[in-house]
């Protein structure tokens, strides 16, 4: 006599059923799609090529390379007639050393006439060999007085010279006069030694 089946074991075959067919199910697809996945790869495309090597008995051989046609040969231009005879080497030389001697001319004419004032400027100031320093101008006649006597007092010779201006009388101290600039640079030199200071120029 049969034992009867528990609903425990009626749900165990029931699971046990559906993973059989599911694992069946898989297994078939897996055979049908594999093939179909497999053949949808691009087949590699060989291109036969084909080499012909002719026979030695086969016949002369024919070159299929064209000769190069050499283009013609240009005829140079014909010259034009001289319109005059060309002037002679000798007399073009003579020219342009003419021109160049009577720029030079011109160049050094020129460099003496910007030098000759200089010259005679810096001459005139030798020549009377004396040279002062500009130390005040003052419009106070007695200031400077004071101040010369001070210029004096360091053993310096100096002297006032009034000059006329717009604004009135000016008062002008002055170190010296000297024979050569050097003097009075020395000169210039001791006025720094009591707080005064000028510049040398020509009397």
Do not use: C, W
């Not at 342009?96 to 001459?123: D, L, N, S, V």
């Not at 030798?126 to 400077?144: C, H, M, N, T, Y």
């Not at 009135?168 to 020395?186: I, K, L, N, Y």
Request: zero cysteines; hydrophobic letters at 40%.
């Amino acid at each position: 006599m049969a034992r009867p089946i528990s609903d425990e074991e009626l749900q165990l075959r029931k699971r046990a059923r559906r993973r059989l067919i599911g694992a069946v199910v898989l297994v078939t697809a897996v055979v049908v799609a594999l093939p179909m996945v497999l053949d949808s790869e691009p087949k590699p495309v060989s291109q036969d090529i084909n080499i012909r090597i002719p026979s030695p008995d086969s016949g002369t051989f024919t070159s299929k390379v064209v000769p190069v046609t050499p283009a013609p040969e240009s005829k140079p231009a014909p010259k034009p007639p001289a319109s005059a005879p060309a002037a002679k080497p000798e007399a073009t030389r003579a020219t342009k050393e003419t021109a160049k001697q009577a720029e030079e001319a011109q160049a050094a004419k020129a460099a003496a006439e910007t030098q000759a004032p200089r010259e005679a400027g810096k001459k005139a100031g030798e020549s009377a060999g004396q040279f002062v320093v500009q130390v005040i101008a003052l419009a106070d006649a007695q200031k400077a007085q004071q101040m010369q006597q001070r210029i004096s007092a360091a053993g310096i010779k100096s002297y006032t010279e009034v000059v006329k201006t717009k604004k009135g009388d000016v008062t002008r101290v002055r170190a010296g006069p000297f024979a050569t600039r050097e003097a009075a640079e020395e000169a210039r030199a001791q006025l720094k030694t009591i707080e005064l200071d000028g510049k040398v120029i020509p009397k």
